[in-house]
């Protein structure tokens, strides 16, 4: 058994020395990364352990407590929550030299493909604690990381400013290089990062006259990681009727602000209803759709991407059906034009007939008045708003998801919370589509003062509703055009 055992081992080396596609730092290392964020009154810690190919090998005798020659997920989860204490108590963290107790939030361990198509082990840790008293003050937080430190490889520590909270005076650096050790630097292999000591200080106030601030690798300050307000309204720690009341009035004004920001549009519903004989009524109608439009989207996507992940791709599905919106915009587009461009034109336009005897003008405003026998008169674009337009619009408007919503029903999904998520998307999707409905109504209310005697006949205000038709074509070209790229 033992001639087996040792055996089997020189051939696994002998696999690692002679395989094309070796491990970065070489097969016998085992490379650290953390990742230190503080908070206003807590400090985060996000530590990951990537094993190379023999290290994993000598771990995996461990790991196959049925000895069947393959490590499953029961025995690698096993030995995650094994290894896991001895780990986290490797990790010193002081503030203001007292020290501070991590606990584990989450934990995952995975077995990538290394050289010759062996496992390697990747355990990712997300460490909270709490700070011992207000953020306010200058604090100091020492860091080391004391796991594996006979064993050769890469030693990364960054330090995350989070949005509120000033770092400065730091030994370590606002960014990675390795993507949390995804992705090793070909050209610094002879001499690796031996990052295992980090201090820095923080405080929520500005920083100290003199202070130097947190800077990147490169150079520059680093930027806070401003987390996703809405994304973060599923991830409370305890759901009560204050907290879904507070969420859903959140939710809403999210809704709304994300209406908007650029590339929402708002200049598309404004455009297409200048020159519009619209009504209140129409305006809700769009809103509607907007809604359901977008909140049927964000489930269906969030669906494929949590039951499909592994075959389709979201960031493959978002371009089409950013595409799919622009060609509706810009189809709406080009029809508004030729109908308004022909009708100002004085042509013959669906619904718009000449005859001998008579010639009824119920589309028209009162005050567009109409002499015939020779003399001129005045023709305006064609003001029937039409359902099918608008269903159009509000799909086009609806069609692509927000990527926040997109991850808060994912997290619902995680933490079982599955009809708070949806109650939110919707409440979210009925924000944006009040703000677009609002849009709506100010352009059909702004719009009827062209309807005055002095200004239906002026040559300028007769070509704007043209114009607007061609603002929506470019608008839709323009949403093609980005997504093909």
């Given at each position: ?5 040792y055996l089997t ?23 650290h990364?953390s990742r230190?964020?503080?908070?206003k009154?807590?400090?985060?810690l996000?530590?990951v352990?990537?094993m ?5 090998f ?9 000895k069947?020659g393959?490590?499953s997920e ?8 094994k290894?896991t ?11 203001d ?13 995975t077995?990538?493909?290394g050289s ?10 997300d ?22 430190i006979?064993r050769?490889g890469w030693?990364e520590i960054v330090a ?11 030994t370590?650096?606002g ?22 000591r ?9 920083i ?10 490169d ?13 973060e ?16 009035l ?21 455009a297409y209803?200048?020159?519009s004989?619209g009504?209140?009524k ?6 509607a759709?907007?809604t ?11 669906i494929?991407?949590y ?8 960031e493959?599905?978002l371009?089409y059906l950013?595409?799919?919106s ?7 587009g ?12 004085g042509y013959e336009?669906s619904g ?10 119920d589309?028209?405003?009162e ?8 003399s ?7 003001q029937?708003?039409t ?11 609806g ?10 029903m994912?997290s619902?999904?995680?933490?079982n ?9 919707l ?6 589509a ?20 002095t ?9 704007i509703?043209?114009f607007?038709?061609?603002v ?11 997504s093909l790229?």
């Open positions: 058994m033992r001639m087996k055992f081992t020189a051939l696994f080396i002998l696999a690692c020395a002679f395989s094309a596609a070796a491990h970065p730092l070489g097969n016998f290392s085992v490379n990364y230190i964020e503080v908070e009154s807590q400090i985060k996000r530590a352990l990537d190379a190919e023999i290290p994993t000598q771990e995996s005798a461990a790991i196959d407590t049925d069947d393959t490590l029961e025995e690698l989860n096993r030995y995650a929550e290894i204490p001895g780990y986290i108590s490797n990790l010193l963290l002081l503030v030299e007292k020290t501070i107790e991590l606990r584990p939030t989450s934990k995952n361990i077995l990538p493909a010759g198509n062996l496992p390697t082990i990747r355990l990712e840790w460490l909270i604690g709490d700070l011992p008293d207000s953020a306010n003050q200058v604090r100091r937080v020492k860091y080391e990381n004391k796991n594996n006979e050769i030693n995350g400013r989070n949005s509120g909270i000033n770092i400065f005076d730091s370590t650096f960014s990675g290089i390795t993507d949390e050790l995804k992705a090793y630097p070909q050209e610094t292999l002879s001499s690796p990062l031996t990052e295992r980090a201090e820095f200080s923080f405080t929520s106030n500005t100290p006259p003199g202070a130097r601030a947190l800077q990147n690798r150079g520059h300050i680093s930027a806070p990681v401003e987390k996703d307000k809405f994304a309204l599923i991830a409370v720690p305890e759901i009560t009727p204050a907290i879904i009341l507070f969420g859903l959140v939710a809403f004004g999210l809704g709304a602000a994300h209406a908007l920001s650029p590339g929402h549009g708002k200049a598309v519903v404004g209803l200048v020159g004989r009504t209140p129409h305006a809700l109608f769009l809103g759709t907007v359901v439009t977008h909140t049927l989207g964000v489930f269906a996507l969030g494929v991407m039951f499909a992940s592994s075959y389709i791709l979201p493959r599905i371009p950013s595409f799919a622009g060609l509706l915009v810009l189809f709406i080009l029809t508004l034009f030729k109908n308004r461009l022909l009708s100002i034109l336009t718009h007939h000449h005859g001998e005897d008579t010639h009824e003008h589309d028209l405003p005050n567009s008045t109409h002499t015939h026998g020779g001129t008169h005045t023709h305006v674009p064609p029937q708003v359902w099918r337009s608008l269903t159009a619009l509000g799909i086009s408007g069609l692509l998801p927000c990527p926040s919503a997109l991850v808060l994912l619902a999904i995680n933490l919370r599955i009809g708070y998520g949806i109650v939110l998307t409440v979210f999707s009925l924000g944006l009040a703000t677009l409905t609002a849009v709506g109504l100010v352009f059909l209310y702004g719009g009827r003062i062209f309807d005055s005697p200004l239906s006949n002026n040559r300028i205000v007769k070509t509703p043209v607007s038709a061609f929506i074509a470019c608008v839709g070209a323009v949403i093609c055009y980005n790229v």
